[in-house]
């Protein structure tokens, strides 16, 4: 499977984006279409670190469940403002699949990645987003109120 799954895909266009995402995702038996379908995805994040002039900012991809089948829907990120790049398309693939393919083709996946949070499935590529990042924890110190020093608490 993994050798049908990571054969070349040519996207110069959002048209082609939909085009490829809607024929691989018709056929729930054709094999190695997962992979292919995520491998689409991560191309088009090449893309956009490469430089693509039909595409700039950084990549968001949600993907909702149905019974059986899957939402993709694909955004473009400019600082705080989100602007759908194409169409949701629901392909014939259900997300525990996607799911799965995540883990398994990981490496050529890159650098497209999972978000964490709630809700839908998410997939980025690009930098971090400073929200999604974990903060340091504040230190916190208790005062001495016999000595008037401060310590360090955990």
């Known amino acids: 499977m993994r050798a049908s ?3 070349a895909v040519s996207i110069d266009s959002p048209a082609e984006l939909i085009a490829y995402l809607e024929r691989i995702g ?9 992979p292919a379908i995520l491998l689409a995805l991560a191309r ?7 430089g693509c002039t039909w595409m700039t900012g950084r990549l968001h991809i949600e993907l909702s469940a149905l019974p059986e089948r899957t939402v993709i829907d694909v955004f473009v990120e400019q600082g705080p403002v989100r602007e759908r790049m194409i169409p949701g398309v629901v392909v014939d693939v259900p997300i525990g699949e996607l799911e799965r393919g995540l883990v398994s083709y990981a490496m050529e996946l890159l650098p497209l990645r999972r978000a964490q ?16 990042r974990p903060t340091k ?16 608490s955990s």
């Open 117 to 132: 949070g709630a809700g839908p499935m998410v997939l980025v590529a690009g930098e971090d987003d400073p929200h999604e």
């Open 44 to 50: 088009v994040a090449r893309l956009v670190d490469a």
């Open 26 to 34: 018709r056929d729930p038996h054709a094999p190695g279409e997962c």
């Open 137 to 152: 924890p504040v230190p916190r110190y208790e005062e001495n109120i016999v000595t008037g020093r401060y310590k360090r």
């Open 5 to 7: 799954a990571t054969r």
